[in-house]
């Protein structure tokens, strides 16, 4: 299944976007939701990264993709990264 990067503090999350070249970036924080498995509760905290520039190839981009939310791909994924798209605005 594809999902998102996790990570635990809204600091990461410059951090990595940092580490793939991205250092002019705007955060835009969504309303926070609940999914709920079987066995346990996920609160999640979604923030969109806006990039100032377009992505470029990586090395192992294979194991990664950027996911055009105006051209969605065929691949597996998780309920609440479909919940999150759902939510997203593409007119930015």
Do not use: C
Request: proline share 5%; hydrophobic share 40%.
């Amino acid at each position: 299944m594809w999902g998102f990067h996790e990570v635990e503090h809204e600091q990461q999350i410059v951090e990595r976007a940092s580490s793939l070249g991205f250092n002019d970036i705007q955060l835009q924080r969504l309303s926070p939701f609940r999914h709920t498995f079987s066995h346990f509760h996920l609160d999640i905290q979604p923030v969109v990264l806006h990039l100032k520039q377009q992505p470029v190839g990586q090395v192992m981009e294979d194991t990664q993709m950027w996911y055009d939310l105006t051209k969605p791909q065929n691949v597996g994924l998780a309920a609440p990264t479909k919940k999150l798209f759902s939510t997203i605005d593409t007119s930015f």
